[in-house]
């Protein structure tokens, strides 16, 4: 599979951006997917993931709980994420990412960078105070 992430953009504090990961090569819906993200000297972290279609569930850190959304639309092979109340800590560089080779997210609720194999190219997003 191949991911392409956009819509990072520049925001001031309170606003929203909806991120998209557009997948080719495989079937979304088929595998785990999850967004992550990595601040400047700061290891990269999760942020949100979705299982495969039958199941559906989403998981979500804490630090993004009632403001991230995260969705997938099977027609546009597309997943998003809507975030809400940005705030300058959630300045980072974002990765769509999936687990197309079983590697381990689907029994976690907060999975690692290593139960995915496939990472998009990451899109900035950048909050002002």
């Known amino acids: 599979v191949q991911l392409q992430a956009f819509g990072g953009g520049l925001v001031q504090a309170g606003g929203f951006l909806r991120l998209s990961c557009a997948a080719s090569?495989?079937?979304?819906?088929?595998?785990?997917m999850g967004w992550f993200r990595q601040a400047p000297g700061k290891e990269r972290e999760f942020v949100a993931s979705i299982r495969w279609s039958s199941d559906g569930s989403r998981y979500y850190a804490d630090f993004v709980k009632g403001r991230f959304t995260i969705s997938r639309d099977n027609a546009k092979n597309t997943l998003y994420l809507q975030m809400n109340n940005l705030q300058p800590e959630d300045t980072a560089v974002y990765y769509c990412?999936?687990?197309?080779?079983?590697?381990?997210?689907?029994?976690?609720?907060?999975?690692?960078?290593?139960?995915?194999?496939?990472w998009g190219q990451g899109t900035q997003v950048t909050v002002s105070s």
């Open positions: 090569g495989r079937t979304l819906s088929s595998m785990n």
């Open positions: 990412a999936a687990d197309q080779e079983y590697s381990g997210s689907y029994y976690y609720t907060s999975p690692k960078v290593a139960h995915f194999d496939h």
